[in-house]
């Protein structure tokens, strides 16, 4: 079994910055790739960023030159860095490790951004 476990959601301003973790444990074999995806009210879950095991990044469009992904391999933790966030960002962020049997879901962090 595999653990995923998030941190770092909370209330922010906007133009403001916040920094998600994710660290996964346990049988960790056949790592692929870590990703973050956000749900908002009433949408469907989407990607927002992804890392692979190789180190190569993708984004969505929506988060480009604002979000960044990083990776600690040693720790098997993915970081999501995201800056001049505006109210669209607002959703359930949501942290998923992808290994060549199965993902693996963390329970989510909240990320509002308000005034």
């Known amino acids: 079994q595999v653990q995923v476990v998030e941190s770092g959601g909370g209330l922010v301003q906007p133009g403001g910055s916040l920094r998600l973790s994710c660290a996964a444990s346990?049988?960790?074999?056949?790592?692929?790739?870590m990703g973050w995806y956000r749900q908002a009210p009433g949408k469907q879950r989407d990607l927002v960023a992804r890392?692979?095991?190789?180190?190569?990044?993708n984004y969505a469009d929506s988060v480009k030159g604002r979000f960044t992904i990083s990776r600690d391999n040693a720790k098997n933790t993915v970081y999501l860095q995201m800056n001049s966030l505006n109210p669209e960002d607002t959703a359930v962020y949501y942290c998923n490790v992808e290994l060549l049997v199965r993902a693996y879901w963390g329970q989510g962090t909240q990320v509002t951004v308000s005034s």
């Open positions: 346990g049988s960790i074999f056949g790592l692929v790739a």
């Open positions: 890392i692979t095991s190789g180190g190569g990044t």
